[in-house]
Every structure is written in C-alpha cells, then in structure tokens.
C-alpha cells in the first residue's frame, strides 16, 4: 500500500508528471479477433457429453476436447469457483492469470480467453456466454470473474492466522482435484495448481487504498459461464469455502453450495475455427546460436 503520508517531498513538476494521460496497454484490437457469432451458432444442436457436480468446499476435475464447449452453473445458491485449466496433454502448459489480466482487463466476460502462460502463450478457452455481463462495474468498482485475485490458500492462512491448518481453501481443492484426475501424488501435482479465474466472484480494488475487496456475489441459481476449448483441456474447479464470498474465505463459516460443470459437443466446430498452435517466438532471446 502507498504511504498515508509520503516520506518523500513532491518535486516541482510533481503536478505535470502525475497529469500526463495513460494509454491502453495492449490495445483489444491488435489482438486476433474473436467471432462470436461463428462460435454460438455451433451450439445449435450441441450434445450434453458430461455432467460434473462440485461439492462445496471440494473441487473436482473435468476434461474437455477442443473444439467442446462447457458451462460453470450455479446450481442451488450463491457460490463462487476457482477455476484452473491445463492442456490435456502436458501440465506445464496452464493458464497465465496475469498476462489474460493484461489482455483483456481485471474482469472477464464473453469474447475474453484465458490465454495460458510462456513459452506457450495462446488461447486455451474462450468465454462464449455470461448470464452476469448486466452487472458491468458498480458503484464500488467492483466486477464479477476477476483475474486479479489468487486463490485461497493454507499457506497464507497459516500466515494470517497464526498457525492454524486449515484444509479445504481452493489451493488444496484444486490439489486434491489434480492429483485424482492425473494420478500424480498430491505433493507432486500441487505445484502446478496456480493463479485463478474466480467464476462468478465480485471483486476490484478499493479505490482509496489500492486494496484487493470483494463483496457478496450477485449469481443466483440458473446463471452460468459458457467456455469454448480451443485446446483439448483438463480443468478443475473448486466451489470456494468462502461461499458467496460476502465475508471471509478459509473457514467452515460460510453457506455454501455446490457447482455444476456441464460439456458439450457440438455437431461441427465453428466455421473458421482451426485449434490454436503453440507461440511462435523462436525462443533465441537475443543470443547468438552458439551461445543458445
Ligand atoms: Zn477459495
């Protein structure tokens, strides 16, 4: 957090530093477009393939083909999921938070993807539907399915709490998950659950402070986040101990309620969609070949 009050005295153009106008990052339109329209008309006539319940304060994995949609719904009362994804094929390839942040913006809605991280960087699932995007930004600044958060862990707890264990934060749901849906001992895989898309949380930053907030989820039974898998996708999803996260996370405190995560087939792709390629950087770095 910036100081209350600075320790340092403002230089004499302070005012002409700080009024100087920000430009957009990573301008949307430089990105590769997006056709909505192709992706929705392939869900005319779609298959239910798989239907998988997430017991609250659990998680459970699931696996998607590319070119299959799934949906995240709530299903019995206000719950918010963490969502990790993975290729299927090889877990160092997993979703990179931060730069689909710096894409795309704090706060995730239909024609967004969740990019996954270096050296692989390219589209992994792209948001098709979102029965929440009325809600935009409210008063507080506040949006639903951040990427600005992490994830609730044991770790941070122990920290915060002075020692307590607690076992059921999303870190070790998503552990658990991983491990059964790849066989990999649960010490082995937790290193490869990472930063999260928090499906249906409401969040932002205190506009005073800078601080992360959240506040009382606005999803209601019914609503739901639609995904295309542009690779073939193992997921994980863990129905937060935080519940609607109105209050507190890390705890047994909070009403919560289970997540259903359904997939589909669609009769054909999209027209036009071809499965993403890996990044094409050629990984030199600057350096000769000798010294590669
Ligand atoms: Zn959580």
Not at 51 to 80: C, M, N, T, Y
Not at 126 to 139: C, E, P, Q, S, V
Not at 232 to 244: F, K, N, R, V
Request: proline share 8%; hydrophobic share 35%; with cysteine.
């Amino acid at each position: 957090m910036k100081l209350h009050v600075p320790e340092h005295p403002a230089p004499s153009d302070a005012q002409a530093r700080k009024s100087v106008a920000p430009v957009i990052c990573y301008p949307p339109e430089t990105l590769p477009s997006v056709d909505l329209a192709a992706y929705r008309a392939a869900r005319e006539g779609w298959a239910l393939t798989e239907e998988v319940l997430v017991p609250p304060r659990d998680a459970k994995g699931f696996r998607v083909p590319a070119g299959h949609f799934f949906r995240i719904l709530s299903v019995e009362g206000p719950q918010v999921g963490d969502l990790n994804l993975w290729s299927a094929q090889d877990l160092s390839e997993r979703f990179f938070s931060g730069k689909t942040r710096a894409l795309h913006g704090t706060h995730l809605s239909s024609g967004d993807r969740m990019w996954s991280n270096l050296p692989y960087l390219r589209p992994m699932a792209t948001i098709t539907d979102d029965t929440l995007d009325w809600y935009g930004f409210d008063a507080f600044g506040c949006s639903v399915h951040d990427v600005i958060g992490t994830r609730c862990d044991p770790y941070t707890h122990h920290v915060l709490s002075d020692g307590d264990h607690y076992h059921y934060c999303c870190h070790s749901n998503l552990t658990r998950a991983l491990s059964a849906a790849s066989q990999i001992k649960p010490q082995d895989c937790e290193c490869h659950v990472h930063d999260v898309l928090n499906v249906f949380m409401a969040t932002g930053f205190s506009r005073e402070t800078g601080q992360y907030i959240m506040k009382a989820s606005p999803v209601r039974p019914g609503d739901y986040l639609e995904f295309f898998a542009e690779i073939d996708l193992l997921g994980a999803l863990s129905a937060c101990p935080g519940g609607d996260c109105s209050a507190e996370h890390s705890s047994d405190a909070a009403a919560c309620y289970p997540l259903l995560v359904q997939v589909y087939a669609p009769k054909a792709p999209p027209k036009g969609w071809k499965e993403p390629a890996r990044n094409g950087y050629d990984r030199t770095h600057g350096l000769s070949p000798d010294q590669q």
